[in-house]
Every structure is written in structure tokens, then in C-alpha cells.
């Protein structure tokens, strides 16, 4: 419970928070404007379908935010995906010791 005290707990909930209502503004603007442009009939539904979609990917881009957080190693190698070992990519570093 130590996070409590911590200053950038704190700031990171409040930017977090701040973001999460500008986006949410946004959306509400954006389905309404597209909605705007449906029959009558079709927008109240159109409305409730593109706001509860857009929280629930919302939801799980959080989520998965929480998740890459939590990584501890690398999940793929894109050397090991072209066939580059890492003494190649050591060699042709521009930033090696000595050059």
C-alpha cells in the first residue's frame, strides 16, 4: 500500500483519468456526428452500439496495457524472425565500442 504516498501514483492516476474523459468526449462527439447521419430509427441504436463498443475496446487496450507492463522478457526476437544472430546486429552496430 506504499503506492498510496507516492506522488507519481498519484499524478499517473490524474493524467490517466484526464486522458480517459478527453477520449470519451471525443467518441460521444464522433458516434454522435456519425449516428447524425442515419435514419431517424437506426440512430439511438447506432449511438448505444458505437459507445459500447468503443468502451470495451477501451477496456481491453487498458488491459493489455497492464499486461505489456508486467513483461519481463522479450516476447519474439525480430532478429531471430530474418535470420539476423545478435553478433551480426553487434557488428554492424554504429554505436560500437571502438569505432
Sequence with gaps: MEFLSSPEAWISLVTLTVLEIVLGI?????????????????????????????????I?????????MKLTAPLFNIGDLIGVTHADWLESSPFRAGT
Design 26 to 58: 471525443d467518441n460521444i462527439v464522433f458516434i454522435s456526428i456519425l449516428a447524425g447521419k442515419l435514419p431517424q430509427e437506426q440512430q439511438k441504436k447506432a449511438r448505444q452500439t458505437g459507445l459500447g463498443l468503443a468502451m470495451i475496446t477501451r
Design 60 to 68: 481491453l487496450l487498458l488491459l493489455s496495457l497492464s499486461w505489456v
